[in-house]
């Protein structure tokens, strides 16, 4: 089953936002892997956003998330890749799909509120850097046969 690795941003959690974005991801049909609520170091932050470096953004997007504590999870389900991305919507707010989060609840793209992995690849990395593989759960959800077929 494939694998996605998804943060409520500092704003999103600032906001009282990490029960709402679990809550879509839940009625969704994903299936939660692991979760954890920790405050990001420096050298996390630009581990995470290594491919940034460089780039006129990233010493704010480092100040950003390393600003207040962030919800770290990794989210399972048929294409979970592309299905989470779309429920967060495009990384310009302005620009994301009505009824995405980031369309919902965000303006700006310093401020939109989540990650999520944007590749396979890029997904399996990211897990590997935020969580141990003992922190990632196997279990059986009652409601898997009807969800995924
Ligand atoms: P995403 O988070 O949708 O994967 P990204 O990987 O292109 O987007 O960029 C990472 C984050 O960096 C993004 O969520 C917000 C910030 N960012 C990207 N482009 C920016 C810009 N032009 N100005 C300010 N922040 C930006
Ligand atoms: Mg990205």
């Known amino acids: 089953m494939e694998r996605t690795f998804v943060l409520v941003k500092p704003d999103g959690v600032q906001r009282g936002l990490i029960g709402e974005v ?3 991801l839940e009625k ?11 405050a990001v170091s420096n050298d ?17 997007l480092i100040r950003y998330i390393t600003s207040a504590p962030v919800m770290a999870m990794v989210w399972e ?4 890749v592309a299905v989470v991305r779309q429920t967060m919507g495009a990384t310009r707010p302005w620009e994301a799909a009505p009824g995405s989060i980031r369309h919902d609840f965000a303006l700006e ?3 939109n509120l989540t990650h999520a992995s944007d590749s396979v690849e890029n997904a399996q990395a990211e897990i590997a850097l935020w969580f141990s593989p003992t922190e990632l759960v196997e279990w059986q959800r009652c409601s898997d046969d009807w969800i995924f077929g």
Do not use: C, Q, S
């Open 77 to 80: 389900g048929t294409n979970a």
């Open 44 to 60: 996390l932050a630009e581990k995470h956003y290594a491919v940034h470096k460089g780039k006129d953004f990233y010493p704010g």
């Open 22 to 24: 679990i809550a879509r």
């Open 109 to 111: 793209v310093g401020r």
């Open 28 to 38: 969704r049909g994903l299936k939660l892997t692991a979760a954890k609520f920790l």
